[in-house]
Nanobody, 125 residues
Framework: QVQLVESGGGLVQTGGSLRLSCAASGRTLSSYAVGWFRQAPGKEREFVAAISASGGLSGYADSVKGRFTISRDNAKNAVYLQTNILKPDDTGVYYC??????????????????WGQGTQVTVSP
């Protein structure tokens, strides 16, 4: 099975940027759809972005569309989430999740089999 580890979180001011990484080990990530989710304090975990195994398809939550970009480098066994124009509402723990599949990507948590431990993103006003 694949193990996922997130990195790249931190403290940033409103309007700033962070690049989150999801590194895989144990299996090649090239056959996995990968999603990013986040959980703010006191709130349920929510979908942020996802990308298909090939990288040809991707989708975003309306709240991040135009500000975040998901990408992948299968040669490096990693998926990235570039976050720009960050707002305090973007604060939370960001998780990456994987599902072995051929063509599509998924927006629902229950579609994913493997999860990382999360990386904290804090956006100050």
């Amino acid at each position: 099975q694949v193990q996922l580890v997130e990195s790249g979180g931190g403290l940033v001011q409103t309007g700033g940027s962070l690049r989150l990484s999801c590194a895989a080990s144990g299996r090649t990530l090239s056959s996995y759809a990968v999603g990013w989710f986040r959980q703010a304090p006191g709130k349920e975990r929510e979908f942020v972005a996802a990308i298909s195994a090939s990288g040809g398809l991707s989708g975003y939550a309306d709240s991040v569309k135009g500000r975040f970009t998901i990408s992948r480098d299968n040669a490096k066994n990693a998926v990235y989430l570039q976050t720009n124009i960050l707002k305090p509402d973007d604060t939370g723990v960001y998780y990456c999740a994987g599902r072995e599949t051929s063509h599509w990507y998924y927006r629902q948590e229950h579609e994913y089999n493997y999860w990382g431990q999360g990386t904290q993103v804090t956006v100050s006003p």
